[in-house]
Every structure is written in structure tokens, then in C-alpha cells.
């Protein structure tokens, strides 16, 4: 099973950019892929990109495609999550999960999640 902790999330102003990463450890397997999605307070978790461990394709889906780019470091066992045009409809809790495919509607291995706040 993978494990997966976030980082990168904080308090940024309306416009700005950020970078999360998920650090992934345990067994990777390399069909596999992993997940971001977001949960802002009182709604429901939404997808917001995935990429695939091996080959590198990627899904985006929701209100961030266009402003977001997923990338993966095989090396470090990374998957980063570049966030720009940031607005306060983006504030919620991000978290990376790993999947089968990108395809995939059954992500688990839940990380514990980053706080992104974004200031108007």
C-alpha cells in the first residue's frame, strides 16, 4: 500500500501562485496513478487533476483546469500540483490519493491534506 503526505499549502493572496506536492512512499506501483482533489468547507470533494506514474498522462477536470498543471518526479517519489490565477473560490483543503488509472473513480490511500487560503 502507498502512503502519501501533502505539503506546499499556506495563506497567498488572490492571483498568486502555489505549488503543492505529495510525497509518496510504500509500494508504487507504476501503472498506477495519483490523484489531487480539493474540499472546500461545506461542499463536496471535488477531482481536480491526475497523473499517472509511469507514462505521465494526465487528466484535469473542474474549475482549475486551465490554471493548474499536475507533474510527477519518479526519482523523488513526487507528484506536485502548480496552482495559478489563484481566487478565494479556491480556499479548501487539498489532498492527493493514489488510483489505479487516471481514469479511475475509486482513489484511496488518502494523505492527510493541505490547508490552501486564498485572501481576496
Known amino acids: 500500500q502507498v502512503q502519501l503526505v501533502e505539503s506546499g499549502g499556506g495563506l497567498v493572496q488572490a492571483g498568486d501562485s502555489l505549488r503543492l506536492s505529495c510525497a509518496a512512499s510504500?509500494?508504487?506501483?507504476?501503472?498506477?496513478?495519483i490523484g489531487w482533489f480539493r474540499q472546500a468547507p461545506g461542499k463536496e470533494r471535488e477531482f481536480v487533476a491526475a497523473?499517472?506514474?509511469?507514462?505521465?498522462?494526465?487528466r484535469y477536470e473542474g474549475s482549475m483546469k486551465g490554471r493548474v498543471t499536475i507533474s510527477r518526479d519518479n526519482a523523488k517519489n513526487t507528484v506536485d500540483l502548480q496552482m495559478n490565477s489563484l481566487n478565494p473560490e479556491d480556499t479548501a483543503i487539498y489532498y492527493c490519493?493514489?488510483?489505479?488509472?487516471?481514469?479511475?473513480?475509486?482513489?484511496?490511500?488518502w494523505g492527510q491534506g493541505t490547508q490552501v487560503t486564498v485572501s481576496s
Open positions: 490519493a493514489s488510483g489505479p488509472n487516471i481514469l479511475s473513480r475509486a482513489f484511496g490511500s
Open positions: 510504500g509500494r508504487i506501483v507504476s501503472s498506477s496513478a
Open positions: 497523473i499517472n506514474w509511469g507514462g505521465g498522462s494526465t
